[in-house]
């Protein structure tokens, strides 16, 4: 029986048991050549929603999302799209003790210092390792891939980027609508001077708190974000990905924006789950799998809700209520907002909304550069969709109630406040517009256009950034502020459950997730609290992962294994010799028969180029098992006329002296040793008897 398993299957694994000390040698020595340079995660950033991780896992360089920390901008002043009489007019900030060297760099405006320049933004750590060693990034959502061309333009990243189609093409706009934002309002000048270190400890809060300003860019360009994206190639979900072999990488839908995904990272014995911005609320994505998240050595954890305390169907309903109050008396409602995500859900919602809150004459703006192709996008990606959307399609009907919006003409898009924006443009009105930093794009406009009333209310929904530091430059603010962050990930309680169900051996996390947040303290259900206890990271730190199984998978040829004839060395237990060429291409492992030796051909008088021969390989010893019982063998040794014989316990085995021979022989568990001078025969003799109680195989 065992002999046809031999035969037929193929694929063995190369692992031996304990018992067999040589095998086990050999296979651990091949094996531990490679553990240095596997299961390793470096953290590029300290933002734990906007991620960006390296993996070093089996022989290949992994790096999870490039996420880009945008709230280092909320140190500048905004970029007004028309001139605004109040910014051109900030003093410059002198120090105190009048020195005026950073008034050109630096403004003052409503009790805070800025910095009057393009905003910049704080990028991935890059110093930590060669970032051109990357093979694969693997990106889970468009908003994680924002710093994608200053890794692959700038670094000599010459591998693949990994996304499904949503995530490249919903990325892309937003990326699109960054560049036009930033473009459109040029500053002459640029401030540099104030980032020395020197410089920056004299400067009054928050400026000096700010830290890694060294690694803070000013904006790409469309060039390099065309570039960037050309390197992404297309996967769907539950799509198997081979990585030179080594590695199998697998996109899962996360639940929480079109298209975005959690990824499986395995090789054939170890496995790395990989979640990143999920969500378990029935929204407009497919929900979120999880079975296949079980089982996983590692789970590496990122991407959970900003705002924990706050339930976003609560949130969607003092957003209406709020949105109603405000147009009913007159004012205007601004809703600072990225070109996709939320904003589907909020129009979705406006739309249920609408009729029975007396808001048919009022009307709807979304202004984006990419707000027309962000409304098709969500239109024409049904597939990605949840099943409710889905189903839509083949009635048909589009998936989301924003179409009929726009076709009665409630809601109205436009790529920016000028041209046709200005003619059509009516109040009161509710305007959908970014950036929700605040600190550029058409929403500049709107703040200094509204800001002194108090009948227009702002309200915001992006739980990306403080509202209250969004707000500082335009202080005095008369119009009133709504904050109603709207944010499915997954909180505390739901993560926990999901450990509970999917019990990783391992999970890795930020550390701001294992403790509870700083203004509340006290709330420990803030915070993971799982069993083994949690793995935390930070920036610029790298992380040992810890990985139980130590195998690797071998495939067996038809014709090597025909050959193999195995011996029962127990019952139920049979182990055969293996005598083959390890061949390894590709982190593919085969073994190969031996070649055979052709014979040597007759000498020719004619010069013939010198051919390399292949080594010669001999037979293998036979292997042993078995242990030698002391009394047998002494009796054995006394049936050949070995009579004289003392015995010492050891705590490996025994040592046996023949006095009249001047001989040892030492037993231990796995090896025997015959000492003897002079005498070949009687060494020979005493081997074959030791033979006997032996198993050969």
Request: glycine residues 4%; charged residues 20%.
């Amino acid at each position: 029986m065992v002999y046809e398993e031999f035969k037929l299957k193929t694929s063995i694994l190369f692992a031996v048991q304990n018992k067999k000390k040589i095998q086990k040698e050999y296979y651990n020595q091949s094996y531990n050549r490679q553990t240095p340079n596997w299961k390793k995660q470096y953290c590029l950033s300290g933002h734990p929603t906007l991620p960006c991780n390296v993996l070093k896992f089996k022989s290949t360089t992994v790096m999870l999302d490039c996420g880009l920390d945008m709230t280092s901008a909320l140190n500048f002043l905004p970029l007004p799209l028309v001139h605004s009489p109040r910014l051109a007019k900030l003093p410059g900030w002198v120090s105190k003790d009048g020195n005026t060297f950073l008034e050109k760099e630096l403004k003052e405006c409503a009790g805070r210092v800025f910095v009057d320049s393009l905003p910049e933004f704080c990028l991935p750590e890059r110093e930590l390792l060669d970032l051109s060693t990357i093979d694969v990034i693997l990106i889970s959502n468009y908003h994680c891939m924002m710093a994608l061309p200053y890794i692959t333009e700038h670094t000599g990243f010459t591998g693949t980027v990994y996304a499904t189609e949503p995530t490249l093409q919903i990325g892309r706009l937003l990326m699109e609508e960054l560049v036009n934002f930033i473009e459109r309002v040029p500053k002459a000048q640029s401030a540099t001077c104030w980032k020395n270190k020197d410089i920056q400890r004299l400067l009054p809060a928050p400026l000096k708190d700010t830290v890694e300003v060294s690694t803070w860019k000013s904006c790409y360009t469309m060039q390099e974000v065309n570039s960037a994206l050309s390197k992404v190639q297309l996967v769907g979900y539950s799509q198997k990905i081979e990585l030179f072999g080594a590695v199998q990488i697998t996109p899962l839908s996360s639940g929480y924006s079109l298209g975005s995904s959690n990824w499986i990272i395995q090789s054939h014995y170890e496995k790395v789950s990989y979640v990143s911005g999920s969500s378990l609320l029935t929204t407009h994505p497919q929900p979120m799998d999880q079975s296949s998240l079980k089982n996983s050595d590692v789970l590496i954890l990122t991407g959970l809700t900003q705002i924990p305390t706050a339930n976003p169907d609560g949130m969607l309903g003092e957003f209406c209520s709020n949105l109603a109050m405000t147009v009913r008396t007159g004012g205007n409602v601004l809703v600072p907002c990225y070109s996709s995500g939320v904003i589907y859900d909020l129009l979705e919602c406006l739309y249920q909304f609408i009729d029975s809150a007396s808001l048919t004459t009022i009307p709807f703006y979304f202004i984006s550069p990419v707000a027309n192709s962000s409304l098709e996008f969500s239109q024409i990606f049904a597939e990605w969709l949840c099943h409710n959307k889905q189903s839509k399609v083949y009635l048909p009907e589009p998936p989301f109630p924003h179409a009929e919006l726009i076709q009665t003409n409630k809601l109205k898009h436009y790529p920016s406040v000028h041209g046709d924006f200005s003619n059509d443009f009516k109040q009161p009105c509710v305007v959908f517009t970014g950036h929700p930093s605040l600190r550029f794009g058409d929403v500049v406009h709107f703040m200094e256009l509204w800001g002194k009333s108090s009948l227009n209310t702002i309200i915001f929904t992006e739980p990306d950034f403080s509202y209250l530091e969004a707000l500082a430059p335009y202080q005095p603010l008369a119009m009133k502020c709504v904050y109603c962050p709207i944010d499915t990930r997954l909180n505390f309680i739901q993560v926990s459950k999901l450990l509970k169900e999917v019990q990783p051996l391992h999970v890795v996390c930020p550390e701001q997730y294992v403790r509870p947040p700083p203004a509340q303290s006290h709330r420990s259900d803030l915070m993971l609290d799982c069993q083994p206890p949690t793995m935390p990271y930070r920036r610029c730190s790298v992380l040992s992962l810890p990985f139980r199984r130590r195998y690797e998978r071998i495939e067996l040829l038809p014709e090597l294994a025909d050959s193999l004839v195995p011996s029962e060395i127990k019952p139920g237990i049979s182990v055969a010799t293996v005598t083959a060429v390890l061949h390894s291409k590709d982190n593919k492992h085969v073994l190969r028969p031996t070649l055979k030796l052709a014979l040597a051909p007759p000498p020719s008088k004619k010069r013939k180029r010198v051919l390399e021969e292949p080594p010669e390989h001999r037979a293998p010893k036979p292997l042993l098992s078995g242990a030698v019982p002391i009394e047998q063998f002494l009796a054995t040794l006394q049936k050949h006329g070995i009579t004289e014989v003392k015995v010492e316990d050891t705590p490996d085995g025994h040592i046996l002296h023949l006095q009249d021979e001047d001989t040892l022989i030492q037993l231990e568990e796995d090896s025997t040793h015959i000492i003897c001078d002079n005498n070949e025969m009687l060494r020979a003799t005493l081997r074959d008897l030791v033979l006997r109680f032996l198993q050969k195989f």
